[in-house]
């Protein structure tokens, strides 16, 4: 199962940046902004929808939910197969070598960005990835209602779901402000709504599942912007090593952001006391405010590059 879990992230790194790339070369300036904008922003529509078929899963079989991703999978071979333009074998191009991150590395605006984007992906993880399990905590024995257990997974997908029009507007606000202000002031607002939301737990449930939503959506603002800047700040030869560096760290915060958001509720007592929780928030918390210090060192406008 594990090895297979592998296959499917080697895919997803296959297509998820290439793709970005493929769809802006040749583009510059706010278009090529809003362009990477939509695309990174529709990732979280599928983020959203694996809530629903983990459900699924509980209600058809586990197989079940796998048999549908399969299926959207091979869909999206076919797409891009008809949609994504072929390469130009007529067009020379220098020979550059293999796994080079150097140029990468040595653009610090770039490097300000990878680093802002580990620090924004690391900062929602609790809200993202462990929301679940905190609404269900919160519900307490209704959790087990089978009514009450849907709505707590559609709040989970409403959450990743509203990643979309967080990320559209951040980068909206970015491109009419400059990235260096919107991503600053979203990073300190993320600190605050993702940092304290431990402390929710002491509210009715009701007020909860509201706050949720509202921090869900704050945390999730600087996921577009940052990507459309890196391509407007990386080297144009070395556009693809860039933004590959880029996604490559921001997941890989990700990953270790998740992991110690669980290390420390196990460590503070585990996921029914509430200091555990406080502490778990308060490292995505930490997080925003590592981003905040990055990016305030980005220049004024990068959009007319």
């Given at each position: 199962?594990?090895?297979?879990?592998?296959?499917?992230?080697?895919?997803m790194?296959?297509?998820?940046?290439?793709?970005?790339?493929?769809?802006?070369?040749g583009?510059?300036?706010?278009?090529r902004?809003?362009?990477?904008?939509?695309?990174?922003?529709?990732?979280?529509?599928?983020?959203s929808?694996?809530?629903?078929?983990?459900?699924?899963?509980?209600?058809?079989?586990?197989?079940?939910?796998?048999v549908v991703?399969?299926?959207?999978?091979a869909?999206?071979?076919?797409?891009?197969?008809?949609?994504?333009p072929?390469?130009?074998?007529?067009?020379?191009?220098?020979?550059?070598?293999?796994?080079s991150l150097r140029?990468?590395?040595?653009?610090r605006d770039?490097?300000?960005?990878?680093?802002?984007?580990?620090?924004?992906?690391?900062?929602c993880?609790?809200?993202?990835?462990?929301?679940?399990?905190?609404?269900?905590?919160c519900?307490?024995?209704?959790?087990?209602?089978p009514?009450?257990?849907?709505i707590?997974?559609?709040?989970?997908?409403?959450?990743?779901f509203?990643?979309?029009?967080a990320?559209?507007?951040?980068?909206?606000?970015?491109?009419?402000?400059?990235l260096?202000k919107?991503?600053?002031?979203?990073?300190?607002?993320?600190?605050?709504?993702?940092?304290?939301f431990?402390?929710?737990?002491?509210?009715?449930y009701?007020?909860v599942?509201g706050l949720s939503?509202?921090?869900g959506?704050?945390?999730?603002?600087?996921?577009s912007?940052?990507?459309?800047?890196?391509?407007?700040?990386?080297?144009?030869?070395?556009?693809?090593?860039?933004?590959?560096?880029?996604?490559?760290?921001?997941?890989?915060?990700?990953f270790?952001?998740?992991?110690?958001?669980?290390?420390?509720?196990?460590q503070?007592?585990g996921?029914?006391?509430?200091?555990?929780?406080?502490?778990?928030?308060a490292?995505?918390?930490?997080?925003?405010?590592?981003?905040?210090?990055?990016t305030?060192?980005?220049p004024r406008?990068?959009?007319?590059r």
């Open positions: 199962a594990l090895g297979f879990r592998a296959l499917a992230g080697i895919a790194a296959g297509m998820y940046m290439p793709g970005l790339q493929a769809l802006t070369h583009v510059k300036g706010t278009m902004a809003r362009i990477a904008a939509w695309y990174t922003s529709s990732f979280t529509i599928g983020a929808l694996s809530f629903l078929f983990g459900r699924l899963g509980t209600l058809l079989g586990w197989r079940s939910a796998f991703s399969g299926i959207f999978g869909a999206s071979v076919f797409i891009a197969w008809a949609a994504l072929g390469g130009d074998a007529g067009r020379a191009q220098a020979p550059r070598p293999l796994l140029p990468a590395l040595a653009n770039a490097l300000v960005l990878v680093i802002g984007y580990a620090a924004a992906i690391w900062g993880v609790g809200l993202r990835q462990w929301i679940i399990v905190f609404l269900t905590v519900a307490g024995d209704q959790a087990a209602v009514a009450q257990a849907w707590i997974l559609v709040v989970g997908a409403v959450i990743s509203l990643g979309v029009p990320g559209l507007i951040g980068n909206e606000l970015s491109i009419r402000y400059g260096r919107i991503a600053t002031l979203v990073f300190l607002l993320s600190a605050l709504a993702g940092g304290l431990g402390f929710t737990a002491m509210l009715p009701l007020v599942l939503v509202v921090a959506t704050i945390v999730q603002g600087n996921f912007n940052l990507t459309s800047g890196v391509l407007a700040v990386a080297t144009p030869q070395y556009r693809g090593a860039t933004i590959g560096l880029y996604s490559c760290i921001g997941f890989g915060a990700g270790l952001g998740t992991l110690l958001f669980g290390v420390t509720l196990d503070f007592g996921t029914s006391h509430l200091a555990a929780w406080i502490v778990s928030f490292t995505c918390g930490l997080a925003c405010l590592a981003g905040a210090a990055a305030i060192f980005l406008n990068i959009w007319e």
